[in-house]
């Protein structure tokens, strides 16, 4: 398994379009945190580009790089090597790449202007948001056999966790806004990684208030240690499963 | 004209003569108490360094209590400390700590009680319930006092200077902290607090009620629990305070409710969850202040009519304003506002397009406080940029006609 990692990883450096992702980030992030002299409203603006780059370009690299490695893969199947082995393999070197790009890119810089626990929360939402969407990738790469719909379902993917969820989600909380939904809405939030993500790296700024002045709840759940353990644990869910799942899938596959 | 000048130092010999100073150690017990049986008005007693352990001293004469080097006097938890019901006392230079707690009685290290002209100077006030409290008392003066306590929790504890039914006090340049309210007035008109530091009071810094044509300059108000509450009060004036980081999940810099006829103007509102919540107010003047990096700078409820937001800055607010219905009484005007983006095309500093201070998400919140759930994510971001083009849900009468576009300097 090892082997086979380093060889990701090699050729994704080779690639160089993980070493240019890595690249962009830096200049974003230094650009970002120089422009204001309070440097929480420059990882807040740096939340907004994680939450929005970070699982857009995870998951349509991934897919991609997982379709493409796709006559790689077949070939080292031809070998005595077990199949989850070579499937992990494949998405641990994916991951290990592109999560040292994010916390090259974005670590560097946060930790050189401001070095605190916001900025380690940042670094630590970004780097779940990695894993978790090169593992979705990797779901959609077992699931489909054609690269075009791979990518197609790559894209929906990524355009529903950041944007319709929360669509809906705000439709859910307009029209049951008369019942008691607090608990259902923390509830639901875990079903979204960039909202888990988002929750994790506001609970570390002030801003925290604002959300539980509007209600007794988040403030107890999302005010204390619990909220953020919570939060975490949630996300390493959002990994492990569909990891599992397309292990699962790739088992009984017809390639 | 030598014999005149004679006569006139002897009157003043002779009047000076009257008036003993009466010297207090701390080698007996009740020492102050049995001086002050002793003393006649116009009397000076002079409280040597030591510790006295005393309650319930009864100042019933006109004279001048001076401490040298803070004298301590104890109350060792029981009752109260100094009640003065005569007027003109001075009481100055004095250390007074530790007085009871009680339900029935507010204990206070200092009690004005019905007097008239009592300056209370430069003492340091330390674990009492109530600091100085004023009783029916006129023309007084609380000046350059350190008050001090660690109040847990509302029941128990009292306020740092306490003024009830009283007219013209001058409370000036004391530094309060740790009391449930900072300063607190009830029924006291024609007063002025100026100069005065408020901080960490778990209440408010500043309260006050039904106390009219008061005057609050250069005040500072920092981390009280809900920073300063005005209510039921009419031509009250706030003019170069400092609200700062009054932060907490029910804080205002300042909660007006039925305030009517009054002056805000130049304060620095830094901070604080709400910058000003506005609730039944009417006819206020809001000028010339500085909204920083609070979670809302204003929360103007729709029952407020009349009053005029003009030339103040709001900077780096998560939310400008926020209300909680779509009629609107109030001017906004001639503001500077971070969040604008129109353009000024005849370059006469304002802006062409009006400014709507009430974002998209803002309403949404006051209507379903739930959706703040969706701070910061990238469909509220959007939902606001498309309001902004197209106005729809905002309250549309809720504009800055002219929007200045650069911000003003204030300070």
């Known amino acids: ?255 | 004209m030598p014999r005149l000048i004679i006569t006139i130092l002897f009157i003043f010999f002779a009047y000076n003569g009257n008036a003993k100073t009466i010297v207090v150690r701390a080698d007996k017990a009740n020492a102050i108490k049995n001086a002050l049986a002793y003393c006649t008005d116009g009397d000076t007693v002079s409280i040597e360094k030591g510790l006295y352990k005393e309650q319930d001293i009864l100042v019933s004469k006109r004279i001048t209590i001076l401490g040298k080097d803070y004298p301590v006097i104890d109350g060792v938890k029981k009752g109260q400390l100094i009640v003065v019901v005569r007027d003109s006392v001075i009481i100055s230079g004095l250390q007074l700590q530790n007085t009871g707690r009680s339900s029935m009685t507010d204990m206070a290290a200092i009690r004005l009680q019905n007097v008239k002209s009592v300056s209370v100077i430069n003492n340091k006030l330390v674990n009492n319930t109530y600091g100085v409290y004023l009783q029916n008392s006129h023309y007084c003066l609380v000046y350059k006092n350190t008050i001090r306590a660690d109040a847990q929790d509302e029941l128990n504890s009292g306020n740092g200077i306490h003024a009830w039914k009283s007219t013209h006090l001058l409370l000036q340049s004391n530094n309060i902290s740790g009391h449930r309210d900072g300063i607190y007035f009830e029924f006291v008109t024609d007063s002025r607090i100026l100069n005065n530091t408020s901080t960490e009071n778990i209440r408010y810094g500043l309260h006050f009620m039904f106390s009219h044509k008061d005057v609050y300059t250069r005040n500072s108000f920092i981390n009280n629990g809900s920073g300063v509450a005005v209510m039921y009060s009419k031509q009250v004036e706030m003019y170069y305070n400092t609200f700062r980081h009054n932060w907490g999940d029910a804080s205002y810099a300042i909660l007006l409710k039925e305030i009517a006829d009054s002056k805000i103007e130049h304060n620095l509102f830094d901070k604080n969850t709400v910058g000003i919540y506005m609730e039944g107010t009417s006819r206020i003047q809001v000028l010339y202040n500085e909204f920083v990096e609070n979670g809302w700078a204003m929360r103007v409820q729709s029952s407020c009519d009349n009053n005029v937001f003009e030339k103040n800055n709001f900077l780096s607010n998560s939310f400008d304003v926020a209300t909680n219905g779509t009629m609107m009484l109030n001017t906004f005007n001639n503001n500077y506002w971070d969040k604008y983006d129109g353009y000024d095309l005849d370059k006469n500093k304002v802006g062409d397009v009006p400014y709507y201070p009430v974002s998209m998400y803002s309403v949404v919140t006051e209507r379903v406080p739930t959706a703040m759930i969706l701070y910061r994510s990238f469909l509220t971001d959007i939902m606001n940029r498309v309001e902004k083009v197209m106005p729809s849900i905002v309250p549309d009468k809720l504009k800055d006609d002219n929007p200045l576009m650069k911000s003003l300097k204030l300070r």
């Open chain 1, 1 to 255: 398994m090892k082997t086979i990692m380093k060889y990701v990883v090699a050729d994704l450096i080779r690639n160089k379009v993980i070493v240019v992702y890595a690249i962009i980030l830096a200049v974003l992030s230094f650009s970002l945190l120089s422009i204001d002299e309070n440097p929480a409203k420059g990882l807040l603006s740096l939340l907004n580009v994680t939450l929005l780059f970070v699982p857009l370009i995870s998951i349509l690299f991934a897919t991609i790089y997982y379709f493409n490695s796709i006559e790689f893969i077949e070939l080292l199947l031809a070998q005595p090597v077990r199949r989850n082995k070579v499937l992990l393999a494949e998405y641990a070197g994916l991951t290990i790449s592109l999560s040292l790009a994010y916390l090259l890119g974005v670590g560097l810089p946060v930790m050189i202007i401001s070095p605190n626990l916001a900025a380690i929360t940042l670094l630590l939402s970004g780097f779940l948001l990695t894993l978790i969407f090169t593992a979705i990738a990797l779901l959609i790469f077992v699931l489909f056999k054609d690269k075009t719909k791979g990518i197609g379902a790559a894209i929906a993917a990524a355009m529903f966790f950041t944007l319709l969820f929360d669509g809906l989600l705000l439709i859910f909380i307009y029209s049951f806004n008369e019942y008691p939904i607090d608990k259902a809405v923390l509830g639901i939030t875990a079903f979204n990684p960039v909202d888990l993500a988002r929750i994790l790296m506001l609970l570390q700024l002030d801003v925290a208030v604002l959300m539980g002045y509007s209600g007794a709840l988040f403030k107890k759940f999302l005010g204390t240690g619990t909220g953020s353990v919570y939060v975490v644990i949630c996300m390493l869910f959002w990994v492990l499963l569909p990891l599992l799942l397309s292990v699962r899938v790739f088992r009984k596959k017809d390639l």
